[in-house]
Each structure stands twice: as structure tokens, then as C-alpha cells.
């Protein structure tokens, strides 16, 4: 049966709070979730086919960034782009009905500058522009995903700077504000800036 993908972004509102200011990410050694959360609805599958859903996040240009004067500038050219790796939803391979019947949550991806992690995150550079992409793939099995097509999924509402300390208070205080994990920036108002 022929399908014909249709996806959302869930927090639309919130994803358009942030990139109106200029979304930040945190990259760690040991791994950061992103928030606002990447999560879809997705509609137009075949009920009975299986299907692969997964992401990756792609470099936005070949720039790299400074905060200067309260707003973002380039300040030169970026660093070698690092090890490019796919982040499979874990419930890869189920069946159309499956992925249709609630969102679907990448939580669980986490944002790493460590360029020797062997858990499967994502390995970003810092102070460099990103895309999260989001693919559906009709296909069984993981090991063959390779030889079917990708649908490719961009909301330009989700792209961020990735950091290792957040550079613009206005974000800090949005992620306080949102997001019920920033517990330590409350408790210890945490407000280091990354020199560069």
C-alpha cells in the first residue's frame, strides 16, 4: 500500500520561544538531553508496514560562532565537522498504526562533545549552528535500512547553537522557566559564561 508521510513538531510554540532569541543547546562530556524536547506526530503510514524513524543532527553552515555584544556573530570558519551518527528510535522497527497512535519522543538522544564516546551520542562541536533531521524509513529490518529510502523531515524552528555553558541569559531563563529538569540553575543561579 502506498503511503504518504505527514509529520508535526510537537512544542511549536515553545521551539518558536527559543529561536526567536537564539536556541542554545548544552554538550557535555557525559552527554545532555535536548530541551526544548524533539517530538513528532506522525500521520500517513501504512497501518501494517514496518517502519525505521530516526534522527541525526546536521551542521547548519561552515561557520563558527561567538556571543559578542548580547547577540550571535560568526567568527570564523568551522572546525572539522565531527563523526556523523544517526540516532535510531528505539521502538525501530513497528508498524505504521504504532508510530501513529502518540508522539514520537526523542528524549532520550543525548548531545556529547566528546569525540571518543562510545555510548551513541551525538557528537556536536561547539559554538557551531545545527539542524536536528528527522527521517522515516519503510523497511524491516535496521541492518538493510541502508537500501531503502529516506523521507527527510526539517523544521527550521529547531535549530540551535551548540554550547557548553549557555551564553544568553534570555535562554537560560526560558529553560528555567520550561523545563522542569533545570532545577540546578535555580538552585545555584548558575550563570557561566564560555570564553572564547
Not at 501504512?46 to 560562532?65: Q, S
Not at 564516546?117 to 523497511?139: C, E, W
Request: net charge positive; with cysteine; glycine share 4%.
Amino acid at each position: 500500500m502506498r503511503d504518504c508521510p505527514v509529520v508535526h513538531l510537537e512544542h511549536k510554540d515553545l521551539w518558536n520561544q527559543f529561536n526567536s532569541i537564539g536556541t542554545e543547546m548544552v554538550i557535555t562530556k557525559s552527554g545532555r538531553r535536548m530541551f526544548p524536547p524533539f517530538k513528532l506526530t506522525v500521520s500517513g503510514l501504512d497501518k501494517k508496514a514496518k517502519y525505521i524513524l530516526l534522527m541525526d543532527i546536521a551542521p547548519l553552515d561552515d561557520c563558527r560562532y561567538k556571543f559578542h555584544n548580547s547577540k550571535w556573530m560568526v567568527a570564523g570558519k568551522a572546525d572539522p565537522e565531527m563523526p556523523k551518527r544517526m540516532y535510531i528510535h528505539p521502538d525501530s522497527p513497528s508498524n505504521g498504526e504504532q508510530w501513529m497512535t502518540k508522539p514520537v519522543s526523542f528524549h532520550k538522544l543525548k548531545l556529547t562533545n566528546n569525540i571518543s564516546d562510545k555510548h551513541g551520542f551525538t557528537i556536536l562541536n561547539s559554538m557551531h549552528k545545527y539542524q536536528p533531521r528527522f527521517h522515516v524509513v519503510r523497511a524491516n529490518d535496521v541492518m538493510q535500512m541502508s537500501l531503502h529510502a529516506f523521507r527527510t523531515f526539517l523544521f527550521p524552528e529547531t535549530q540551535f547553537i551548540a554550547v557548553t555553558a549557555y551564553q544568553n541569559d534570555k535562554i537560560t531563563q526560558l529553560k528555567i522557566d520550561n523545563n522542569p529538569f533545570a532545577k540546578g540553575f535555580r538552585d545555584s543561579g548558575s550563570g557561566r559564561r564560555e570564553k572564547k
